[in-house]
């Protein structure tokens, strides 16, 4: 099985969960600024591994079927569990983070498995917000936290991603990212990864 990593759009999945897990490692470590700088990575494999997969010439469509199975793992994995695990550590595992980060999971777990099922809707957009929005979320509201102070900044985390994790699951339609968008995406995710990096280990 492990055969079907050798195309590159599901080589860069792979890519994208190993950044996972180091970002899993270090924000149980407490290390949350470098943390979100690794996580952000996983989010620029998730948007480059399906312009490469659409790019590929002659691509098998088993290892197109792997490669979507694949990729919904690596979703859930650092658009809902990473982001969970976060918010329990940045409210030092408080009995309301438990209640944020359970109703992320399962929002994340549920918007997965309608897209999984059903795709966008017939005008081509998402419906309710992608996971892919948490990370990049998390990161510019860590990258004002010296601005806002430490007790202002959690209460702002706790309250944007309850209000997230309802859109998750809400019927809204929300368009597809267009070429600039994905530009945009890519510039902020290299600039504040390379921000939150050099703040975590100064």
């Given at each position: 099985m492990l055969r079907y990593l050798i195309d590159p759009a599901n080589a860069i999945t792979t890519a994208g969960l190993l950044c996972s897990s180091v970002s899993l490692y270090?924000?149980?470590n407490g290390q949350i600024e470098i943390a979100i700088a690794v996580?952000?990575?996983?989010?620029?494999?998730?948007?480059l591994d399906g312009v490469v997969a659409g790019r590929t010439p002659n691509r098998h469509p088993d290892i197109a079927k792997m490669g979507r199975s694949l990729d919904g793992f690596g979703?859930?994995?650092y658009g809902a569990i990473l982001?969970?695990?976060?918010?329990?550590?940045?409210?030092?595992?408080?009995?309301?983070?438990l209640f944020v980060a359970t109703a992320l999971?399962?929002?994340?777990?549920?918007?997965?498995?309608?897209?999984a099922n059903f795709g966008k809707s017939e005008d081509g957009r998402f419906v309710g917000v992608p996971l892919s929005y948490d990370i990049p979320l998390l990161a510019a509201l860590v990258l004002i936290q010296p601005f806002i102070g430490p007790e202002l900044f959690v209460a702002v985390v706790n309250?944007?991603?309850a209000f997230l994790t309802i859109a998750h699951v809400a019927?809204?339609?929300?368009?597809s990212p267009n070429r600039i968008m994905y530009l945009a995406i890519t510039i902020f995710a290299i600039g504040a990864s390379a921000i939150l990096a050099l703040r975590g280990i100064s």
């Open positions: 270090l924000a149980l996580a952000l990575w996983a989010v620029l494999a998730d948007h979703d859930i994995i982001p969970a695990v976060l918010i329990l550590q940045l409210n030092k595992v408080s009995l309301f983070s999971l399962l929002a994340g777990a549920i918007r997965l498995s309608y897209f309250v944007v991603f019927s809204v339609g929300v368009p």
